[in-house]
């Protein structure tokens, strides 16, 4: 029996993941179709095929679901970050970094995402918690690239614009309802951003 426990705990986080990402999916669908607001715990298990006690086991609530979302986010960047060349700038590193991670993004689902955020205080305060947390992930990712203390302030303020062009970038996106996709508002504004560096 021992033999089987590791491929029998593999398949128990699987479904665990799978479970999580059903739960995840059917409470996006139901926000974009119903509202954050009048959307239920008990609509959210029944479009998942799960009961409501299954539900409290992977989650408290609705702005739980939302947190698991944004938590992989930070981790997922500073891999991103740390798998780019070294041969070019911080500030590109970060910005391919970004369109790295894009290229895998749903848009449809991320535009939910990003309108339901800004629907009421406590979750705008959570967005903002998210990107400063980006800010702290891409500054730690770009000291383990380059080390020199001398260069901590810089990278610093590198970690600081960066986010700052890239929160740009996504308020223009939804502003505009999605004309072009998310790339290019990033990489207009990290373009607008180097323009600025180099012209003062």
Known sequence: MEPDR??????????????????????????A???????????????????????????????????????????AFRAAIL?????QSPLDAVCSAHLKLMANFDAAQTIVIERILRSNEQLRASNQAKFLQME??????????WPQAMRRKALRMVAMVSVGALRLAIDSWAEEQQRKPLADYVKEAFA???????DA
């Open 6 to 31: 590791p491929k029998q705990e593999g398949w128990r986080e699987k479904k665990r993941r799978e479970t999580l990402q059903r739960i995840t999916d059917s409470a996006l669908r139901l926000f």
């Open 33 to 75: 179709a119903d509202g954050y607001e009048a959307t239920t715990l008990d609509a959210i298990a029944k479009a998942a095929g799960i009961s409501r006690r299954t539900f409290f086991y992977y989650f408290d609530s609705k702005e739980e679901i939302l947190a698991a979302w944004q938590k992989g986010l930070p981790e």
């Open 83 to 87: 798998a780019q060349p070294k041969d």
């Open 136 to 145: 702290q992930t891409t500054f730690e990712a770009l000291c383990e690239i």
């Open 192 to 198: 607008d951003l180097k323009a600025e560096v180099t």
